[in-house]
Every structure is written in C-alpha cells, then in structure tokens.
C-alpha cells in the first residue's frame, strides 16, 4: 500500500473514531405513541377507546391535550380526585409528541392561535359575567361549582390555556360552542386584563371581591379599637393605683 493511501485510510479511521461518538449522542425524538402507551393507556386504552378508569379520547383532539398535559392535569395523580394544576410530567418535546398522537385519533379541536391586539375588553367583559364569573368569580379567582368540584383561579393560566379550556371543557367545565373565535379572543383578553389592572381602592386579598375584603378590612378594623380600648383601660388603672 502506497504512503499516500496510507495516510488516506488513517484519516478516515481517525474521523470515524471523533465522529462516531457525536452521532450516538443525540437524541432521538420522542415518540407519541410509545409515551401514549407508557402513560396514558392504563387509563384511555391503547388507542383512546377508553377503559373502566377513564374516558374516551378519539375525538378530544389536539387542544385538549395540549391544555391537560400543559398544566399538569394529566397523568392524573388520583383517579378519584379533580383533576388541578400541577408541574407538567413531560417535556415541551414530548408533550408536543403526545398532542400529536391524540390529535391523530379523532377529529377534535386544533390548539387554537390566541391574537389579543384587536380584542375588544368591553365585549369580552360582557361575555366573562354572562359565560364564566358565576364559576371563576367576577375577577376569576375561582370558586365552587357544586358536588365537591371547585373552578381554578384563572391567575396563572396563560391565553392559549384560557383558549383551550372554553374549546374543550376540562372537568365541569361547558364546552363554549355557541361563542364565535372573535367573541373567545374578547374573553381571553379580559381575563388577561383582571389579572393586569391596579387595585385603586388599595391592596387586596387576592381580588375576592368588595363584600368579603370590606368585611374582613371591618373585622380588623374592630379588633384594633378593642386592642386600644384595653390597652388604655389598663394603663387607667395602673395611673389610679
């Protein structure tokens, strides 16, 4: 073998030997299906159909899942209990993976594109008390819904979540099919605004509502001029002594 095959056939070895470690280290993406099967079938089937431990999912679509594996709904931790907020249990990758394979079974709803520039807050205001306040409170702080269930505060949701949740209907939840896209763009952006606006009438105790915050501001303000009332017949009596 002549020196210049020679040197040839040791360069090749030698790339081979720096690159073969690189492709081993990356990582494949992860697969809907097999996440689906490993963490989800248990409950919904193999393929969605559903089981005694939980419901169908063929037609639940793209947006559904996305808001239940987004918010950590889902892999539900009691299946007795309300499904509630929680760190995600996936990855961005694999919740991306796991909304595809479940969008594939049916003929749900599509994650929707939430766009608040031309939203309307009058509009969206209007149909907040009409469609969600008696459940989420008139400042979206949440509240009981009946049968032990309880609507979440809507402070940390973000607007595709907000979106995704009137599309889909988690838990006891309506799903809003009679509200034009325009009308759920007005609502977003009037939740959004509750959480963004300042308290004029000074702090709050989480924006529950005028009633209950002026009762407890009375209580304390009662228990104060007891405390004074006390403090002054005390030293009264010292001074009298």
Same mark, same amino acid.
């Given at each position: 073998?002549?020196?210049?095959?020679?040197?040839?056939?040791?360069?090749?070895?030698?790339?081979g030997?720096?690159?073969?470690?690189?492709?081993?280290?990356?990582a494949?993406?992860?697969?809907?299906?097999?996440?689906?099967?490993e963490s989800?079938?248990s409950?919904?089937?193999?393929?969605?159909?559903?089981?005694?431990?939980?419901?169908?999912?063929?037609?639940?679509?793209?947006?559904?899942?996305?808001?239940?594996?987004?918010?950590?709904?889902?892999?539900?931790?009691?299946?007795?209990?309300?499904?509630v907020?929680?760190?995600?249990?996936?990855?961005?990758?694999?919740?991306?993976?796991?909304?595809?394979?479940?969008?594939?079974?049916?003929? %749900?709803?599509?994650?929707?594109?939430?766009?608040?520039? %031309?939203?309307?807050?009058?509009?969206?205001?209007?149909?907040?008390?009409?469609?969600?306040a008696?459940?989420?409170?008139?400042?979206?702080?949440?509240?009981?819904?009946?049968?032990g269930?309880?609507?979440?505060?809507?402070?940390?949701?973000?607007p595709?979540?907000?979106?995704?949740?009137?599309?889909?209907?988690?838990?006891?939840?309506?799903?809003?099919?009679?509200?034009?896209?325009?009308?759920?763009?007005?609502?977003?952006?009037?939740?959004?605004?509750?959480?963004?606006?300042?308290?004029?009438?000074?702090?709050?105790?989480?924006?529950?509502?005028?009633?209950?915050?002026?009762?407890?501001?009375?209580?304390?303000?009662?228990?104060?001029?007891v405390?004074?009332?006390?403090?002054?017949?005390?030293?009264?009596?010292?001074?009298?002594?």
């Amino acid at each position: 073998m002549s020196s210049a095959v020679s040197r040839r056939v040791s360069l090749v070895v030698c790339l081979g030997a720096v690159l073969a470690p690189l492709s081993v280290s990356v990582a494949a993406e992860p697969d809907g299906r097999e996440l689906f099967i490993e963490s989800c079938a248990s409950c919904h089937g193999s393929e969605g159909q559903g089981t005694d431990a939980g419901p169908s999912i063929i037609d639940a679509g793209a947006a559904a899942a996305d808001f239940q594996l987004r918010t950590g709904r889902m892999p539900l931790a009691d299946d007795g209990a309300q499904a509630v907020r929680k760190p995600p249990a996936f990855s961005p990758d694999e919740i991306e993976a796991l909304t595809a394979f479940v969008a594939s079974l049916g003929e %749900g709803p599509e994650i929707p594109t939430v766009d608040l520039d %031309g939203a309307d807050l009058s509009d969206g205001q209007e149909l907040f008390v009409a469609n969600c306040a008696a459940c989420h409170g008139a400042t979206g702080s949440g509240g009981a819904v009946g049968a032990g269930a309880l609507a979440p505060s809507l402070s940390v949701a973000d607007p595709v979540e907000i979106a995704e949740a009137m599309l889909t209907g988690p838990g006891q939840m309506p799903v809003f099919t009679a509200i034009e896209s325009e009308d759920i763009q007005d609502i977003v952006a009037y939740v959004v605004h509750l959480r963004e606006q300042r308290a004029f009438g000074g702090a709050d105790l989480g924006g529950i509502g005028p009633v209950p915050e002026g009762f407890v501001g009375l209580g304390l303000g009662v228990a104060c001029l007891v405390a004074i009332s006390v403090l002054l017949g005390s030293k009264r009596k010292r001074d009298e002594a």
